[in-house]
């Protein structure tokens, strides 16, 4: 019982584990909402498909993810541990950390301010790749 009296309700499973419902994206099983269940049951009829994963939205849950097929074997499209996805996005932080550059110095030019960069960067720098990049 809380505080209040009323007794403590649990869940029957760990969230994300079990379900009605699975994504083939991120692995999250869920079943719809009571209330949403409930209505449908009053109404003698069956509850609809989900539009979209309750954990990660995609409206694909009930796909599999498109995957390239490189040399060095399969491998989901744009995944984090893709090398050329890695050198984009790496390239990306480049250019705005250089863009932010040019516009600090800019604003130090106009206020007569000198700006020194720091003594170790606060960054760490973007990591290297070794080896041949498939694209």
Known sequence: MDEWGRPLRRPKHRAGQQGQWHCKR????WDT??????KYAAAGEECPRPKACARCCSA???REPQRLEPAGGRRAANSPDDPKWQEERASHARKVRE???K???QLAAELHVEVKPPAK??????PTFSGRHHG
């Not at 991120?26 to 099983?29: A, E, P």
């Open 103 to 105: 516009r600090l110095a």
């Open 33 to 38: 909402a009571a209330k949403k269940a409930a």
């Open 99 to 101: 863009r932010k550059r």
């Open 60 to 62: 694909y849950w009930d």
């Open 26 to 29: 991120c692995g999250w099983r």
């Open 121 to 126: 960067p606060l960054v760490p720098p973007p």
